[in-house]
């Protein structure tokens, strides 16, 4: 038996008729780009964050900088993140012309860790990043109290946890603006790529709406902007989807219980944390070796024994060649939790489709190499 990394197929076939039915509702409209199901998708995807205004970009990356954008921040504002997320999160503060200021991440959930930001903070900060790691939310209510303490804006990267929630607040609820990737693997995903920007601020909504438009709200009208738009077939592919994300989310979540229960005992390994009162989607489900020098042996064996299991992020961004690349960046303060999470991070298999004999092996071999590792 091979256990696949991702099952995308598997959710197409499930609920083929409606994604179907949607793609030939776009393809009959004749309208493709900026039509009615964009519009559509964006009410929905609004409404089921519980807020106003929703705008479909080209890719999560862009979602980010034009966000950044819409905001204000440009040159010379410093924006504080992780270094242990997807290299986009950087890359969109350094396209918006800002810079990265890199503080590490909290031990348990690899979200940043709000106690490591206030000595961060110059008179240049600008906003703060955080990044709803693997599916589960930074501690947002400490991130708020900081930003008002500050006067800082708060741009929540969200590409990893539609539908997940804080202990107490909901996402959106506490930032400025949330920005999300729809790229095929996410756990709202399309055969593509795609972004959203969710925000209950008026002229972001419309800032955003501009930007993604050639700098345009009304025809033959422009001032400066760029092409990131969410297609009508992406759209319609993404509305018949996010009317079962609650269910594939729930059923992440019991696949990650079941790897939970089953590996409680490996000696290791450790497993994901769920903060308590926390609902974790579990875009991915990442376990941790206790020794650096184990995480390649165990990545090797489970490949070798049929598990697609991955890494993310092995690679730290400022550990990537060339770092900064000229573009400006820092590091404030020793990071050793999101090296650590660099050097010992393995994600298994995580979606919705599994079945319980796939899950059950990657339980039954993780445990295998667990009982022969030295
Ligand atoms: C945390 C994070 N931020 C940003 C992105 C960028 O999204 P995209 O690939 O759609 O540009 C991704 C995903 O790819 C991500 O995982």
Redesign the pocket.
Known sequence: MIVPFYGHLRQYHGIQAEIDANIQEVLESGQYVMGPMLSRFERELAEYHGMKYAIGVG??????WLAFLALGIGPGDELITTTN??F??AE?IWIAGATAVFVDSDPQTNCIDPSKIEAAITPRTKALVP?H?YGQCADMKAIREIADRHNLLVIE?N??AVGARGGGFRIGELSDAV?T???IQ?NLGTFG???AVVTDHPQVDGMVRKLRNHGSDERSCHSMGYNSRLDDLHAGVLSAKLKHIDQWNDLRRKWSARLSAGLKDARHITLPCQTPGYHHVFHLYVIETRQPQHRDPLLDFLNANGIDAKCHYPIAIHRQEGYPWGKPARIAGPIPNSERNAACCISLPMFPELTGEEVGLVIEKTLEWDRTAG
């Open positions: 890719n999560g990356t862009d979602a980010l997320t997807f986009a999160t969109a990044v790691l990267d590409a990893q920005c990737s729809f790229i996410k790529d795609g972004g």
